[in-house]
């Protein structure tokens, strides 16, 4: 099989359906079938492309395999998600994965299903049309049928403003680091996970943040336990597990580093202020 940029399209009030994929083969009967509905369809054939053709397309649905070159599903689901101008599209994970956390990952990470390989092509078109419906009708649009019956109007992604590549960057790695309650995370944990270099991911924060990686997180983390020592009865210890701390005695003096104060005097403050 040929590896295409796009199949003809057809109407273009109908909606258009993102393929992303690296095993053209397994794609035959799939792409057959969606080619046999009134969608018009695209195909990438790794994540890198993928990405590119999904900001320059704002296709209304993406069906999105999980093990790719480049850049795997779970960090194109992650960029996509970053981006005001894609957020709002709906992902399809198409996996042969069986394990569950694998599962769960790419649904915590922004997809709306995860459908398992060797899949039926008509409960994944199935499935697709409910997801077309489901974002129609939380866009407001007019259509009633996923098929395009009715020609839908501007998508919530219609008149952002593009962001900078970079700023994507930063707010997946930021997302990402929330996932994980700003808990200590390696760089190269973190920037395989978002499909880019080490050094491509530290020059990003700096130019966006104007800090380093790990500034951010000792950052955020720090502003975490100060919110858990005013508003919250915990204990130290407890606080200091919850920023992620093996102990309390390192939590105390990282706090009274960043603070100039110990975590019960900062505490005390606020219990007298």
Not at 43 to 59: H, K, N, Q, S, T
Not at 170 to 185: D, Y
Not at 196 to 211: H, N, P, Q, Y
Request: net charge neutral; hydrophobic share 40%.
């Amino acid at each position: 099989m040929n590896k295409p940029d796009a199949v003809p399209q057809m109407n273009a009030e109908q909606p258009q359906l993102l393929l992303v994929d690296d095993d053209p083969d397994q794609l035959r009967l799939l792409v057959e079938a969606l080619r046999a509905t009134p969608w018009r369809l695209s195909l990438a054939f790794d994540g890198m492309r993928g990405y590119e053709r999904a900001v320059a397309i704002m296709p209304d649905l993406i069906l999105l395999d999980v093990r790719m070159p480049r850049l795997d599903g779970f960090a194109l689901c992650r960029n996509l998600k970053a981006n005001p101008s894609t957020a709002h599209i709906p992902i399809l994970f198409l996996s042969s994965a069986t394990d569950v956390d694998e599962r769960l990952k790419g649904l915590r990470g922004g997809a709306v299903d995860y459908i398992l390989k060797p899949y039926s092509a008509q409960e994944v078109i199935a499935r697709v049309q409910i997801h077309l419906e489901l974002a129609g009708k939380a866009a407001g649009r007019t259509k009633t049928d996923a098929f395009g019956a009715s020609a839908p109007q501007a998508g919530p992604g219609a008149g952002v403003e593009p962001v900078d590549q970079d700023e994507v960057l930063v707010r997946a790695a930021q997302q990402e680091l929330l996932s994980h309650r700003f808990h200590e995370q390696s760089l190269a944990d973190l920037a395989a996970g978002l499909g880019v270099s080490e050094r491509r991911l530290s020059r990003a924060f700096r130019k966006v943040l104007g800090m380093t990686l790990f500034e951010y997180l000792r950052r955020e983390r720090m502003e975490q336990a100060k919110r858990l020592l005013m508003q919250t009865a915990l204990s130290v210890l407890a606080v200091s597990q919850e920023a992620g701390f093996s102990s309390a005695a390192n939590f105390a003096t990282a706090f009274r580093d960043y603070t100039g104060m110990t975590p019960s005097e900062y505490r005390r403050r606020g219990d007298e202020t």
